[in-house]
Every structure is written in C-alpha cells, then in structure tokens.
C-alpha cells in the first residue's frame, strides 16, 4: 500500500489504452494517485519535462521519479507496492512467459489492429485483420484459466486489456467484426470477466466516446485517403 | 553458477547480435551451455517446436523449457543464476530506467540503423541515418560511467552491444559514417571498453565475416532497386 507521504501522478488520456494500464495496476494494489489528463494535440509541459525521448503517455510520476513506457510501470508498480496482489508471478518462467505475451501483445496485436481498422490503404487494413485473426489465435490459444494469470488478473491480462474493451469499441465504429465468438470463446468469456472486474470496470472510459472516436478517426482517415 | 544437473542450450547464429546477448549473460554468470547454430534460410525442428510463434534465434532452453525474446531472456538468466553478477540494478526505479534504455535500443536504435543500412529507397536510407544519429545521441546522453551499468555491464550494455561491434561492421560494409568520435566520444570509448571485455571479446564473431556479410546483404538490396 502506498504510504502517506507518497505521491503518485499519473499522466495519460481517459481513452488511452495504454495509461489504462497503469491505473488499474495501481488501482490494484490500493495506490491513491493524481490523474493528469491530457490533449495530446497541445502536450503539457510537464509531460514533455517527464517524457523528452518519446514524449507519449502514460507517464508514472512517484515521489517526483518519472516513468514511461506502459509495461516497464506495471513492473515498477509490482516491485514497489508489494505482493499481496501481485502482477507478475514470481516463479521466473512464469515470470518470463507473462512478459513474453506482455511484449507480443504491443509487438504483434497493437500493430495489426491499429492496421486493420486505421490504414488507409484498403489492401493494408485487410492484412492488418489478417494479421489481428493471427495474434488473437495465439491468445486464445495460450488462455487456459479465467485470467492468463491464473484465478487472477496478472500483467497479460492488463497489457491484454485493449482486446477485452477497445477491440469491440473498434470494431463497432469502423464495422469490422474479428472478435467473433465462436472462433475465440475463450477470449469472448475472458473479456466478460476482465472487464467486470471492480478495478477495471471502474477506470474504463465511456464506450459511446471511445466509438465515437474510432468512427471520426476512421471517416478522416478514409476522406483523406480518397 | 548452474548446477550439474542443469541442460541449458541456446540456438542462435553467430552473426545474431540478439543471440549473442544470451550468450554474453550467460558467460557473465559462468553457465555452462550447448550453442545450437541455425541456418535461418533452413530453420531447424527444434527451432520450429521451441520458437513456434516468431520462429527465430536466439532461443534459450534450460531443462527442456524454452525461452523467446532476447531481453526476456536476459532478465531471466539474472533470476535464475543469482546475483554475484547481478545484470540488472536491485532498485525498482534504476531497474525500471535500464528496462527503459534496453526497450529504446531495440524500438528505436535497431529499427532506424537497418533502415539506414538496408533499405531500398534512397530517401529512407537517409532518414533511417537521421533516426539512427537520434537514437545514438540519446545513448551517448545517457552514458554517465563506464558502462550503462555503472562499474560492471549491465543490461542495457548487453542490448547496445551491436552499437560497439556491429554498427562499424555495417558502416564499413555500406559506407556510411554514423558513429563518430567526435560526436559520440562517450559511446567511443564505451564501445572500446565493451568489446574488450573478457565476457564479450571471446564471443564476438569475426569481424571480417560481418563485414562480407552485411556487405552482401547491402548488394542484393541495391540489385534488387534498381
């Protein structure tokens, strides 16, 4: 638990998977933490002062130690806020396989998905669902409890969060439809229980902006590419 | 120091700068292992059982589990083979940083110096130089002691070892003038000092055969272009 004289920031977008992430890891483990929203068309001097390099969120600032990169700060959050909840399991393969998958899903998923629905190339977005189908077989396939990390949720799960809310969101606003299932049950079920879990539920955006903000994303994408 | 009993392998090539992060921390740590040569144009069985997702070197295999991804790896042999040689910092915060700087140098550096080199296009060559001279300033800012790692090599050193040997091998094999002593006198010396240690130095490939190497890599790309 985080102890009174810490302070805790984080800065991100309220419909950022990835600072998304870092909430619910800290909202896991009981950390109590300033949000700091925000307009990544007008990026705060802060967030350039705490990330120079890559100049994105989210950004975890502790005790005025800044952080970036989304799955470096969930294992910070795992090292510094004990283990009573952890989020990586501690045998070390384990450990390596959950940041195996951690890493394929912002190295294959991410990538094809942003792809499939935002390309404007419409040959491009047909591969990038192709590519999708193929990273969401491999997850469906390495799914084997309620949660990749067991009876509870651990850091796949959480790097993993984008396809239980996002992906649908996506698929709504640019008429897509990948996530079918009867081709990924058992990702159908996870998504169910990942996004009704207490720390998740309540730090997700509203759906109806998220897809609101694919469909303009989409529609600007698709009138420029014409 | 591994145990008797222990089976540990690793496939790789011996030009893989990626398998020859394994090799160096597993030599750091004084393990004992078998080295699998791979002939990528025709992949191996075990290769293809151990690596079914990305199908590529290195891999590691400590008793029959296999293990992908070259810095998953790394902090994996710091977990398992104790913490005489410790290759990543005991702190959560300068833990976080070295995971920070060995995830930049495989998203940023590595990227833009194969773009750089190897690209087709003119125009992208020249941009992937222009990234490439970016990810090296940053490097060379963040280069304080002897090493990444303080004193002794760490994690970060292992990630940027193809900064100290393989990029002059690719500079010399398609002509180009990247890392220069005078802009980069921190990374110059690091280079120096890296490639000299006994850990490294005796698992380094034979220069001369990089060289012929990427320079037959380079031909085939300008062949093809034109």
Redesign the interface.
């Known amino acids: 638990m985080a102890k009174v004289y810490e302070v805790v920031k984080v800065f991100g977008t309220v419909g950022s998977p990835f600072a998304k992430r870092v909430q619910i890891a800290l909202e896991l483990k009981g950390v109590q933490y300033t949000f700091f929203e925000e307009d990544l068309r007008n990026k705060s001097e802060l967030l350039l002062k705490y990330n120079p390099?890559h100049k994105k969120v989210p950004v975890l600032v502790?005790n005025e130690?800044a952080?970036?990169?989304s799955l470096?700060?969930l294992?910070?959050i795992d090292?510094?806020w004990g283990s009573d909840q952890p989020i990586l399991p501690q045998q070390?393969?384990h450990?390596?396989l959950a940041?195996?998958w951690s890493?394929?899903i912002d190295d294959k998923y991410m990538p094809a998905i942003t792809k499939a629905a935002f390309s404007a190339n419409k040959e491009e977005r047909e591969k990038g669902s192709e590519e999708t189908v193929e990273a969401l077989e491999?997850l469906e396939n390495e799914l084997k409890d309620k949660f990749f990390g067991g009876e509870s949720i651990g850091v796949v799960d959480i790097a993993a969060g984008h396809i239980a809310f996002w992906l649908p969101a996506i698929e709504e606003a640019v008429g897509l439809k990948l996530l079918t299932s009867d081709k990924f049950p058992k990702l159908h079920k996870w998504g169910h229980e990942y996004t009704n879990h207490p720390a998740v539920k309540k730090n997700l955006p509203q759906r109806e902006r998220l897809v609101a903000f694919f469909k303009a994303r989409y529609a600007s994408i698709i009138t420029a590419s014409k």
Do not use: C, D, T
């Open positions: 390099i502790h130690k952080l970036v990169e470096v700060i294992e910070y090292e510094v070390p393969y450990k390596a940041r195996f890493k394929f491999h």
